[in-house]
């Protein structure tokens, strides 16, 4: 085992520790991903201290990153699991995380996944998060079969519109029209089916308006919606919590830093105050937060390419695609790209298409100013959340590589698959 890793050469890659080391260490091979778990731990300490003494609050969308290496370093700082499918559930349990700090949010659980949610532990998880009335008579009935009471939250769509939130629009979800949750006006006939259903306890309400935004006062606009709802519920209904979803975003520039996760739970917890309902216990679920500057995709440079006839036309081919990191495709978004290795400091610069091997005009990381030379691998920087998890295997390509490092050393890896594996597996379909 090679003793811990060097500090990168601070222009290369300022936060981060010699991934090229790590990479040759696990023998992950390239396109890989690398973790910093040290890092991630510190961040999620720092959300859920922000509760003071009102623990257990904190449960970690892993639908952001959802290795095991990951989900146990969190929960390990007092993390849970928000989980949008069955499968996650189930990976959130072999984890360890507690049943009791598992909540469950998803348009279209199917039976056997409301199954597994209702099933686990004593009690089944903290709270199913009902997205439509539909749905209650649905978890009522699950519950029933199984002989047990499923506590459930209803997810409340705020109506907080993207536009007012300053994201993407594919990643906005607490506005009027998006399919997630339920619209606050039906709230009456939501709870109208709670009555009815005798297997379902009412717990909570929830909301998650959307992901990588900036600003705190849609938030906490949101978060005073789903106050007065609160108290409308609790004339007749009693609550035990409000969860105010995750989506506080990062800074993928490099240029102004993000707010800091903690202060959303404070100004939540302040609303919560202010509205007199700081009696209920606040859930959040952070993701990218949490991991995606913890993160980068090292990738090797195939070849570059250059015009004759127009020089300033430049690719830089790499063998990192589309497929394993897919944001930039789907949501025009910009993860910077360094050079690693041996470039010397101060090498001059010029703009760079980078792309990747991927038969799409979409696989295109964008340009980015690169020395001509010297250098045969570069990191994708904040690649941690919705990368890996984003992954797919078109064009025959393999699932990139994973490698986790805590405390200098690489503590967990999993390698990228041989190019044969895909041929021989669709051979047989
Ligand atoms: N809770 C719920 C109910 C969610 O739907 C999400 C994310 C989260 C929590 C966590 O949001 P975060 O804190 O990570 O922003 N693939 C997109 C992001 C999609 C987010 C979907 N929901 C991206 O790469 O930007």
């Known amino acids: 085992m090679a003793g811990p890793l060097a500090s990168p050469a601070p222009r290369l890659a300022p936060r981060w520790f010699d991934v090229l080391r790590a990479l040759e260490e696990a023998g992950a091979g390239t396109p890989s991903y690398v973790y910093d778990l040290d890092a991630m731990q510190r961040d999620a300490s720092a959300v859920v201290a922000a509760f003071g003494d009102r623990?257990?609050?904190?449960?970690?969308?892993?639908?952001?990153?959802?290795?095991?290496?990951?989900?146990?370093?969190?929960?390990?700082?007092?993390?849970?699991?928000?989980?949008?499918?069955?499968?996650?559930?189930?990976?959130?349990?072999?984890?360890?995380?507690?049943?009791?700090?598992?909540?469950?949010?998803?348009?279209?659980?199917?039976?056997?996944?409301?199954?597994?949610?209702?099933?686990?532990?004593?009690?089944?998880?903290?709270?199913?998060?009902?997205?439509?009335?539909?749905?209650?008579?649905?978890?009522?009935?699950?519950?029933?079969?199984?002989?047990?009471?499923?506590?459930?939250?209803?997810?409340?769509?705020?109506?907080?519109?993207?536009?007012?939130?300053?994201?993407?629009?594919?990643?906005?979800?607490?506005?009027?029209?998006?399919?997630?949750?339920?619209?606050?006006?039906?709230?009456?006939?939501?709870?109208?089916?709670?009555?009815?259903?005798?297997?379902?306890?009412?717990?909570?309400?929830?909301?998650?308006?959307?992901?990588?935004?900036?600003?705190?006062?849609?938030?906490?606009?949101?978060?005073?919606?789903?106050?007065?709802?609160?108290?409308?519920?609790?004339?007749?209904?009693?609550?035990?919590?409000?969860?105010?979803?995750?989506?506080?975003?990062?800074?993928?520039?490099?240029?102004?830093?993000?707010?800091?996760?903690?202060?959303?739970?404070?100004?939540?917890?302040?609303?919560?105050?202010?509205?007199?309902?700081?009696?209920l216990a606040l859930h959040v679920e952070p993701g990218r937060c949490l991991v995606a500057a913890h993160g980068v995709l090292v990738a090797r440079v195939i070849q570059r390419k250059q015009s004759r006839a127009r020089p300033e036309d430049r690719w830089l081919l790499i063998d990192a695609g589309m497929n394993d990191l897919i944001r930039p495709a789907l949501y025009q978004a910009k993860h910077r790209v360094v050079p690693l290795g041996t470039t010397q400091a101060g090498a001059s610069t010029e703009a760079w298409r980078v792309v990747g091997p991927v038969c799409e005009s979409a696989d295109d990381f964008g340009e980015h100013a690169l020395p001509g030379g010297g250098f045969d691998h570069v990191a994708l920087l904040d690649a941690g959340a919705y990368g890996y998890t984003m992954a797919s295997r078109y064009n025959g390509r393999a699932m990139p590589g994973e490698v986790f490092v805590s405390g200098g050393r690489v503590v967990a890896s999993l390698a990228r698959r041989p190019m044969a594996e895909w041929a021989n597996e669709r051979a047989l379909s």
């Open 55 to 279: 623990p257990g609050n904190v449960f970690y969308a892993v639908k952001a990153n959802s290795a095991g290496s990951i989900v146990r370093a969190l929960a390990a700082r007092g993390c849970g699991a928000d989980v949008v499918s069955g499968a996650e559930l189930l990976l959130a349990l072999r984890c360890g995380v507690d049943p009791e700090s598992i909540v469950y949010s998803g348009v279209a659980k199917a039976d056997e996944e409301l199954d597994a949610a209702i099933g686990c532990g004593d009690r089944g998880i903290r709270a199913v998060q009902a997205e439509s009335i539909e749905e209650i008579p649905r978890i009522d009935a699950r519950a029933r079969a199984a002989g047990r009471i499923a506590r459930v939250a209803l997810r409340i769509n705020p109506g907080v519109s993207f536009e007012e939130l300053g994201t993407h629009a594919h990643v906005a979800t607490g506005h009027d029209e998006a399919k997630f949750g339920i619209a606050k006006e039906d709230l009456r006939f939501a709870l109208a089916e709670v009555d009815a259903a005798k297997s379902v306890t009412l717990c909570g309400l929830s909301s998650h308006v959307g992901s990588q935004f900036f600003r705190v006062d849609p938030y906490v606009t949101a978060a005073r919606i789903l106050c007065g709802i609160a108290k409308e519920v609790r004339a007749s209904h009693p609550l035990e919590f409000l969860d105010t979803g995750g989506g506080f975003g990062v800074d993928y520039t490099g240029e102004s830093p993000a707010t800091p996760a903690d202060e959303f739970v404070r100004a939540a917890l302040d609303v919560m105050k202010r509205e007199g309902q700081d009696d």
